[in-house]
């Protein structure tokens, strides 16, 4: 890139910056207002498709989706929703003076996007990576599909995420319990999850037979503790449970190795609830999912034999 490039790509950047910073001013004083109101004002709630609108003039894309999500919230879901986006505005107007990877999940969680060829050209992680599970399905006009994989050496989850609109072709799903060799890049996160594939090595080959190492649920509540204490945003974190058993009860579905328990996501279908019963059929099964402050979410469950069976999509996490 030329001089003139390259400043007027910098004068760009520092006008965005300054966009989003006044987006962010204005939200904080907004929820300040909804604070002092409280939860029990009739207004409480309401207004915020305006204010959403407000942060996408303000390039603020991931505060205006956060913005949108509040209507549907009540007490104190409502008020931890209000708490998480004001933290993210106000860590947007500190984000210069944050340590690099917490900065670098302020700016993806603002909105800020690196593209794959930015992102390939950069370190990469080459492993054998076993696909774990996938999922699909429509966020707004797109249809959102998700694919985790676990690297045979180095023990990394990575999470692939592909877009494409209803009747167009997406990428070609990665095939269940198969394995790649591959290179991976990682978003700069302190966290880092998300990735985009790289230059592949061969073709998926049938991975062999039985789950991958998995961890207790003390150890799953503790691994997804770490996430939120890194990056606060967090509502799920990725894991292979080694063994557990989902039972009913009056007050919802709870997953349990005998030691410890975590509900079930209360957005997980009853057909995936349905399936993974049966395919424990009474005895601990490794499971993988996704555990998060509102439970776990089952994506896969290894039957008697070791094979994996793939689950209804649980929904509602991100």
Avoid: N
């Avoid at 207004?43 to 949108?68: K, S, T």
């Avoid at 998700?146 to 045979?152: C, E, T, V």
């Avoid at 957005?267 to 601990?284: D, H, I, K, M, Y």
């Amino acid at each position: 890139m030329d001089e003139r490039g390259s400043s007027g790509s910098g004068e760009r950047a520092r006008h965005r910056a300054a966009r989003v910073a006044a987006g962010a001013r204005e939200l904080r004083l907004r929820l300040a207002d909804e604070v002092r109101r409280g939860l029990a004002d009739p207004a409480a709630g309401r207004g915020w498709g305006e204010v959403a609108a407000r942060m996408v003039d303000a390039q603020a894309p991931g505060l205006a989706a956060r913005a949108r999500e509040l209507p549907a919230l009540t007490g104190e879901e409502l008020l931890a929703g209000q708490a998480l986006l004001d933290l993210l505005a106000a860590a947007w107007e500190q984000v210069d003076g944050l340590p690099g990877p917490l900065a670098a999940t302020v700016r993806t969680r603002i909105g800020y996007t690196v593209t794959a060829a930015e992102l390939l050209a950069g370190p990469t992680v080459r492993d054998r990576w076993l696909v774990l599970g996938s999922d699909e399905r429509p966020q707004e006009r797109l249809v959102h599909r998700r694919s985790w994989l676990l690297g045979a050496k180095t023990g990394r989850t990575a999470l692939l995420l592909d877009y494409a609109r209803p009747g167009h072709p997406a990428a070609p799903v990665l095939p269940l319990h198969t394995t790649l060799e591959a290179e991976l890049a990682f978003h700069p996160a302190a966290v880092p999850l998300r990735a985009v594939l790289g230059p592949r090595y061969g073709e998926p080959e049938p991975a062999p037979p039985g789950p991958p190492p998995g961890c207790s649920l003390a150890t799953a509540t503790a691994r997804y503790g770490e996430a939120v204490a890194a990056d606060p945003w967090t509502e799920s974190h990725p894991v292979v449970l080694a063994g557990a058993l989902p039972l009913p009860g009056p007050h919802g579905w709870l997953l349990t190795d005998g030691q410890h328990a975590l509900p079930l996501h209360p957005q997980t279908s009853a057909t995936a609830r349905w399936q993974l019963a049966a395919v424990c059929a009474g005895r601990p099964a490794a499971v993988f999912g996704e555990c998060g402050h509102r439970g776990f979410a089952p994506v896969t469950v290894w039957d008697e034999s070791g094979e994996p069976v793939p689950l209804d999509p649980p929904g509602g996490l991100r």
